[in-house]
């Protein structure tokens, strides 16, 4: 039984071979003499538009990288360090990354804009609505608009409170896990790996047990 | 044209411009096609909240459609509508040509009456774009302005 698969592979792997065969044979030229390319541009010489087109996608694309946007996996934190306290020299060791700015900030979690599975993990309470806005020097008439619009999703947000309790299905938790540092420095704002299960002093006894598996 | 170097070259803009997380989620999106949020969850082996942020982001930018399709009733159970999310290949790939874009707009309009035509144009989140032409037409304003000068 196991020749018959083994020859069933060879049969294939003939069949693929007779197939490369069938194609008609060129000699194959290293370096092909006479053939005509069109004129490589030059490049040293880049027009005006080009380099502010070039300078506006670079800009786009910094603006994008340090933006609440970029979703950064958090680091696990390593078990030492669960269990250190923090020390007063710990103040003054400098931070690698900057801050960046709560994700839930720059978006209005409304059912209208987003699928309210989405948006059903936590209540994001957004506490500074102006950064929803496009534009901030804006003329006072779109400031009056965006006034209403700040009432009237209000009044929806209590909405989609009351509906959140009939419909959530899934077993996640309820804290809401931001992978980036919030404005708080508080441990109890940050949200990260809250695990109840996990007794972060009696943590070396549990790695043992994890080598009888 | 979604080949397999169109797939890649998505792959590749969303994650210079959103990280990594972000460009797994749409990764398996754009390989696997349509997909319910338990099934990304599932393919992307990542956390729940992880995938949801993640396609928060994708719509905003309107790299990710989101639809609902009422789902049959299974054996004594209710009819429910499932919601499934789609990656939009092409709005990915204009992502690419997002500064031509603003300097088409700008040099039609002029740079503080876009707000309106940038909001249309490139979908929900056109606040980024728009943050980013402002800062630019500021910087504009501190040079002179010269006729023919984009």
């Known amino acids: 039984m196991a020749f018959r698969g083994r020859g069933r592979g060879r049969g294939h792997g003939r069949g693929a071979l007779y197939d490369t065969r069938i194609a008609h044979h060129v000699p194959y030229d290293d370096f092909p003499e006479h053939v005509s390319l069109p004129d490589a541009p030059d490049i040293r010489i880049i027009p005006n538009e080009a380099k502010v087109l070039i300078a506006s996608k670079v800009r786009l694309e910094n603006f994008w990288k340090h933006s609440s946007y970029y979703l950064e996996e958090a680091a696990p934190k390593t078990k030492s360090q669960h269990a250190e306290i923090e020390r007063f020299s710990d103040r003054f060791k400098t931070k690698k990354q900057s801050k960046r700015e709560s994700l839930a900030d720059y978006l209005k979690l409304t059912p209208s804009n987003f699928p309210p599975e989405l948006i059903h993990g936590s209540r994001r309470v957004q506490h500074d609505s102006k950064r929803l806005r496009w534009d901030q020097d804006s003329d006072e008439q779109l400031f009056d608009v965006f006034a209403k619009l700040e009432e009237s999703y209000k009044g929806r947000d209590e909405n989609v409170g009351q509906e959140k309790k009939g419909d959530s299905e899934e077993e996640e938790d309820a804290e809401k896990e931001v992978e980036q540092e919030s404005t708080d420095d508080d441990d109890y704002n940050q949200n990260i790996d809250f695990d109840d299960d996990e007794d972060d002093w009696n943590m070396e006894e549990e790695e043992h047990e994890d080598t009888y598996e | ?150």
């Open chain 2, 1 to 150: 044209m979604a080949g397999q170097c169109g797939l890649k070259l998505a792959v590749s803009l969303i994650t210079a411009h959103f990280g990594d997380l972000v460009a797994k989620v749409c990764s398996c999106l754009l390989r696997r096609g349509t997909l319910t949020l338990q099934e990304i969850i599932r393919f992307t082996e990542l956390s729940s909240s992880q995938v949801k942020n993640c396609l928060l982001v994708l719509i905003q930018h309107n790299c990710v459609q989101a639809f609902s399709t009422p789902r049959p009733a299974g054996p004594g159970g209710v009819a429910k509508a499932v919601t499934q999310y789609m990656a939009l290949f092409d709005n990915i790939l204009h992502r690419m040509r997002f500064a031509k874009f603003l300097a088409v707009i700008r040099e039609d309009l002029g740079p503080q009456a876009c707000v309106a035509h940038v909001r249309s144009r490139l979908g929900l989140d056109a606040g980024v774009v728009l943050e980013a032409m402002i800062e630019s037409s500021g910087q504009q304003k501190a040079k002179d302005e010269t006729p023919g000068n984009i």
